[in-house]
C-alpha cells in the first residue's frame, strides 16, 4: 500500500487523534449552558452531578492512558490509535443517542478512553520518526490540533444551540465522529514507527521506513545509516539491562525520568487551563456577561489559543522546553491572581440558586473590574497556549528510553487525565463555595511548579532521542543543561568530510 513520506502531512494526520480531546472539551463547554441542555437532562442540574458529567471523559481517558502502554508495546504506535478512533466512533453514538444523565456519562467515558490511548501514543510515535531539529514542532502539534478541534467544535455547537429541542445538543455529538473516521483511514497510508519495528527486530522494515522518511527512499543515505546504527546499538543495550515493564519505571536509575515526565502532565492540568476551558461560561456569566454574549466571548478564548500555539510551535526547538515551561508558569501565575483580586475586591456572592440557576455561577462582578477578568482570562489562555501547551505534550517522550517508551508516556498522560477528572469534578462546587478563591488555588500551583521546573527538568531541545538517554545517564544539575544547535550536524559528524558528505554504503550487521 502506498505511504506518505512527507513529515508535515504525517504529523497532520496523527495528530487528529490529538483533536479528538478539542472536540469534546468544547461539545461540553458549549453546551452546558443551553437552556435545551439543562432542560432536558435537568432541570436545573447540580454542579456535583454536572462536576460528574464533564469528569467521566477524563476519567475514561485515565484508563485508556493505561492501557495504551501494553496495546503500543503490543500492536505499534500507528494499531493503537486506530483502536482508539474505532472506539471514539462508539462513544460518540452513545452520546449522541443519550436519553438520560447515565447514558450520557457511559457515552463520555469511552469517549474518554479513546482520547486516553490516542494522547498518549500519537506524541510517541511523531517523536519517533521525526528528526530532532523538529520533533519539538511536531509533537507539538498535538496540541495544536486539539486547540482548533476545541474552537470548531465549540463553534458547531454555538450555531446549533439555535436548534430547538434535542437537536440541539445530539448534532454536534454526531459530527465529532467525523474527526475519527478521517483518522482511521488515514493512518492506512503512514508508515509503522522505525523505533517500534526495530525493537521487534524487523530491521529491513525499519530501514525502509527510515529511509523513505529521511533518505528519499535511500537506505544508503548517511542520515538513515547513522540513525539505524544509533537505534541497533540503543536497543542491543536495552535487552542486555533491562525487560519493560511499568515496575522498571519505579527503579533507582528511573524515578526521576518517571517524576518529571508524570509532574510535566500533573502541571498541565493544575495550570488550570482546562477548568477555563471547560467551565468559561460559568467564569463569563460571573463577569456579568448575559446572552448569546457568553458564547460569543468564550469563543474568543479559543480562536486565542489556536492563534498563540503557533509562534509555539516555530520557535520551541530553538528557544528550549525549560524557558517556555518557566515563562508560561509565571505569566499564568500573575493571571490568575490578578482574577482572584479582582472578583474578591470588587465582587459580591450571586443571588441564591446562583446566576440563571447555575449554582457554580455563584460570584458576580459588574463595571470594569469585570471587563479586566475577561482580559486577564484572555491573556491566561494566551500564556498557556504559547508555553504549556504545546510543551506538556513534546516534553515526555523525550524523557525515556525507547523499551519503555509506550509504557512511560501512557502513565505520564494517566497523571494528566486523573488530575483532569479530579479538577473537572472538584470546580463546579469550589466556584459555588469557595468563589474566587479557586483562582487563588490555581496561581499557588503556578507558583510551585515554576520552583519544580527550575530545579529538577533537565533540558532536551535539540538532542537526539539517544543523546537524552546519554544526559540522564551522566547526570549533572538541571539549571545546567541547554539547547543543543545544530544537533543535525553532531549527529552527521562521522559521515562529512569536508564540504561534501561520504556515504557509507555498508551493509549493517541486522
Known amino acids: ?39 432536558y437532562f435537568g432541570p436545573n442540574i447540580a454542579s456535583d452531578v454536572q462536576g460528574g458529567i464533564t469528569a467521566a471523559m477524563p476519567g475514561g481517558s485515565f484508563v485508556g492512558a493505561i492501557c495504551s502502554g501494553w496495546l503500543s508495546d503490543r500492536m505499534g504506535r500507528k494499531y493503537s490509535i486506530q483502536v482508539g478512533s474505532v472506539i471514539w466512533i462508539i462513544g460518540s453514538i452513545i452520546s449522541c443517542a443519550s436519553q438520560n444523565i447515565g447514558m450520557l456519562v457511559a457515552g463520555r467515558f469511552i469517549n474518554g478512553f479513546s482520547v486516553g490511548i490516542c494522547s498518549a501514543q500519537v506524541p510517541v510515535y511523531v517523536s519517533e520518526i521525526a528528526r530532532p531539529e523538529i520533533r ?68 529491513e522494515e525499519a530501514e525502509q521506513v527510515l529511509a523513505l522518511l529521511h533518505g528519499n527512499g535511500d537506505t544508503r543515505h548517511p542520515y538513515v545509516v547513522q540513525e539505524m546504527e544509533e537505534i541497533k ?42 477548568v477555563m476551558m471547560y467551565y ?73 440558586g446562583g446566576i440563571d440557576g447555575i449554582p457554580a455561577a455563584s460570584w458576580i462582578v459588574h463595571g470594569p473590574a469585570s471587563k ?39 502513565l505520564a498522560t494517566c497523571s494528566n487525565w486523573i488530575m483532569n477528572f479530579a479538577l473537572g469534578y472538584f470546580v463546579p462546587p469550589a466556584f459555588e463555595n469557595i468563589q474566587w478563591k479557586v483562582y487563588i488555588v490555581f496561581g499557588v500551583f503556578c507558583a510551585a511548579m ?35 544547535k545544530n544537533a543535525v550536524d553532531e549527529h552527521m559528524r562521522p559521515y562529512k568530510k569536508g564540504d561534501s558528505e561520504v556515504v557509507h554504503s555498508e551493509k549493517l550487521d541486522v
Request: aromatic share 16%.
Open 280 to 352: 468559561i461560561t460559568y467564569v463569563f456569566k460571573m463577569a456579568g456577561l448575559t446572552g448569546n454574549n457568553v458564547l460569543v466571548s468564550s469563543s474568543i478564548q479559543y480562536v486565542i489559543n489556536v492563534v498563540m500555539t503557533i509562534p509555539a510551535l516555530l520557535f520551541i526547538d530553538k528557544f528550549g522546553r525549560r524557558p517556555t515551561f518557566l515563562i508560561g508558569s509565571t505569566l499564568m501565575m500573575t493571571w490568575l491572581f490578578a482574577n482572584g483580586g479582582l472578583m474578591a475586591s470588587y465582587g459580591k456572592p450571586a443571588p441564591p
Open 450 to 484: 515554576t520552583l519544580h521546573v527550575f530545579f529538577l527538568f533537565p533540558e532536551t531541545a535539540g538532542k537526539t532521542l539517544e543523546q537524552v538517554e546519554e544526559m540522564f545517564i551522566e547526570g549533572g544539575p538541571a539549571w545546567k543543561t541547554g539547547v543543543v
Open 1 to 39: 500500500m502506498y505511504q506518505i513520506s512527507n513529515i508535515y502531512f504525517i504529523t497532520g494526520i496523527a495528530v487528529i487523534g490529538g483533536g479528538l480531546f478539542g472536540f469534546d472539551i468544547a461539545s461540553m463547554s458549549a453546551i452546558l449552558g443551553t437552556d435545551q441542555y439543562n432542560n
Open 372 to 410: 479586566a477578568i475577561i482580559a486577564c482570562s484572555y491573556l491566561f489562555v494566551a500564556s498557556y497556549a504559547i508555553t504549556w501547551g504545546p510543551a506538556s505534550w513534546i516534553y515526555p517522550p523525550e524523557l525515556f528510553p525507547l523499551r519503555i517508551r509506550g509504557k512511560a508516556v501512557s
Open 233 to 274: 546499538s540503543m536497543v542491543e543495550f536495552e535487552r542486555n539491562n533491562a525487560d519493560a515493564s511499568f515496575m522498571e519505571l519505579f527503579k533507582p536509575n528511573m524515578i526521576n525520568r518517571t517524576h518529571i515526565g508524570v509532574f510535566t502532565q500533573v502541571w498541565s492540568q493544575l495550570t488550570g487551563m482546562n
Open 136 to 203: 519539538g514542532r511536531l509533537v507539538g502539534c498535538q496540541q495544536w490540533a486539539i486547540t482548533w478541534g476545541i474552537m470548531i467544535m465549540f463553534y458547531i455547537s454555538f450555531g446549533c444551540s439555535f436548534v430547538t429541542g434535542t437537536a440541539s445538543f445530539r448534532i454536534p455529538w454526531a459530527i465529532q465522529m467525523v474527526p475519527a473516521i478521517i483518522l482511521f483511514f488515514g493512518l492506512l497510508f503512514l508508515p509503522r514507527s522505525p523505533r517500534w519495528l526495530a525493537r521487534k527486530d524487523r530491521w
